[in-house]
């Protein structure tokens, strides 16, 4: 079992940054997968950025590439999401999620944090 706790979240004026930390414990993640995802008042859950914690790869969304970084610290078996040059539509709960490299689904999942963007 892997439990996952965000941190970070806030409210920040538009052109603002924000780092999203996500901490794992009960296994390292080095045979997983870490995600964000996002989810609008009113809309579905969407993809952010994802990264192969070893050795590192990353992926991006059209709407943040660019923007946000994805990065891992495995001294910690942590996870951020540093987002820089923040819009009001990044306004979301932002969830990190684990999947070990076998499956296809995410399946483990925070708790959330929210970021609001105020123009």
């Known amino acids: 079992q892997v439990q996952l706790v965000e941190s970070g979240g806030g409210l920040v004026q538009a052109g603002g940054s924000l780092r999203l930390s996500c901490a794992a414990s009960g296994r390292t993640l080095s045979s997983y997968n870490m995600g964000w995802f996002r989810q609008a008042l009113g809309k579905e859950r969407e993809f952010v950025a994802s990264?192969?914690?070893?050795?590192?790869?990353?992926y991006y969304s059209d709407s943040v590439k660019g923007r946000f970084t994805i990065s891992r610290d495995n001294a910690k078996n942590t996870g951020y999401l540093q987002m820089n040059s923040l819009k009001p539509e990044d306004t979301a709960v932002y969830y990190c999620?684990?999947?070990?490299?076998?499956?296809?689904?995410?399946?483990?999942w925070g708790q959330g944090t929210q970021v609001t963007v105020s123009s």
């Open positions: 990264i192969v914690w070893s050795p590192g790869y990353t």
């Open positions: 999620a684990a999947r070990d490299r076998t499956q296809n689904n995410y399946n483990y």
